[in-house]
């Protein structure tokens, strides 16, 4: 236990940041009954939402920098207690006060690199658009269809740019017209933002609107759930309005007109893992299960746990930044899942839930885990 705040100041700080509804809370429990976190050791979102609405000064630091912000406890909380904007509002404080446990120091570092090269992977700013060298892609200019806002995983991370590259393919593939933004591009700010760094959050943010504006831009085609989640919703705070479509959804559209056409068997048993920010927080349970349905050879199984009550892949809540003990990485679980139903590949469209599927695969090597697929990749080999 460590002291965070005056009393008045976290109560003060948990209401601004629309927290406020944690006074509904009468402690049924449910929250804590569906958290993940309980799959691999005890925890208590309950508690901290307690704590919070009292406006106690001794806060368990390590369990306030847990939640994921993956949305289970408020999808079945019977009051309409945001345990995610209490967790973000206490999150503050401690970045105010410069409190943090050791296993926080990583999203402390990404902070850093978010400020002097808008992305949270050290990587230098100029090098954002590399990705698509040699491929046909254009700076965006107006008047096209779409902005594909990339992404920061998929600019830099090796594994991800292959999701990238794929994406630009499949695009060219259907004629579409879309730019990017290259250098100009920053980090949607969402991840930094469950951190509690809302200032840089804000800045990231105005940044990228200004790249909007500036090149009139009408449509966001993104494939980040995160990116998606944060454009649809958070950024009409700064008084604009941008369409914003998740890639997934692009991809029913062109399968359905006639655009895009599949030829080639993927002649795989399948296993499609709805990442938290593209299903439960937004819905999008459909889309990418009609696409798969739609390819050749394809046969597709659900996992235990699946659309709105799917596992979250540890990833959310800035916590891709984050280590996490072996024992209590939530993707081990959900490897185990996609095993348990047959599936020779565990695909997605989220690049958390990606990299924390992968580094979890190594970790289980020769045990029989699916391969690890973007969507993309599959729509990519049936082309």
Request: hydrophobic share 35%; net charge positive; aromatic share 8%.
């Amino acid at each position: 236990m460590e002291t965070v705040a005056p009393l008045k100041e976290i109560i003060a700080e948990v209401k601004a940041a629309g927290g406020d509804s944690s006074r509904y809370c009468y402690q049924c429990g449910k929250c804590d009954a569906v958290c993940p976190w309980n799959r691999v050791r005890d925890f208590s979102i309950r508690k901290i939402v307690r704590q919070a609405t009292l406006g106690l000064a001794e806060i368990e630091l390590e369990d306030m920098w847990r939640c994921t912000g993956c949305g289970t406890c408020q999808s079945q909380c019977p009051r309409g207690v945001g345990q995610i904007e209490v967790g973000r509002a206490l999150r503050r404080i401690a970045s105010k006060y410069g409190v943090f446990p050791e296993p926080v120091r990583g999203a402390r570092a990404a902070a850093s690199s978010l400020a002097s090269e808008g992305n949270p992977l050290g990587f230098d700013r100029a090098k954002r658009g590399d990705w698509a060298e040699g491929l046909p892609v254009r700076p965006y200019e107006e008047g096209m269809e779409y902005l594909y806002f990339v992404g920061c995983y998929h600019s830099y991370d090796p594994r991800m740019r292959k999701v990238a590259v794929a994406t630009a393919n499949i695009l060219n593939k259907a004629g579409v017209e879309f730019g990017i933004l290259g250098a100009e591009e920053s980090c949607c700010g969402e991840s930094i933002r469950k951190t509690g760094d809302e200032e840089g959050y804000k800045a990231l943010a105005r940044r990228n609107i200004k790249a909007f504006i500036d090149r009139g831009v009408k449509k966001l085609l993104v494939a980040s759930p995160h990116c998606y989640h944060t454009f649809k919703n958070e950024y009409p705070d700064f008084k604009v309005s941008f369409e914003v479509v998740h890639l997934t959804e692009l991809l029913q559209e062109l399968l359905a007109q006639g655009r895009l056409k599949l030829t080639r068997k993927v002649a795989k048993k399948v296993t499609y893992h709805d990442p938290c920010y593209l299903g439960r927080h937004n819905g999008i349970y459909d889309a990418p299960r009609e696409v798969l349905a739609r390819t050749p050879g394809l046969e597709l199984v659900e996992m235990p746990d699946s659309r709105q009550s799917s596992l979250c892949c540890g990833g959310g809540g800035g916590r891709i930044w984050m280590d996490t003990p072996k024992k209590e990485r939530f993707a081990d679980l959900r490897l185990a899942q996609a095993s348990s139903v047959g599936a020779e590949l565990l695909v997605t469209s989220c690049p958390y839930c990606i990299s924390n599927f992968e580094e979890s695969r190594l970790a289980l090597e020769g045990q029989g885990a699916p391969v690890v697929k973007d969507i993309t990749e599959v729509i990519q080999e049936a082309l």
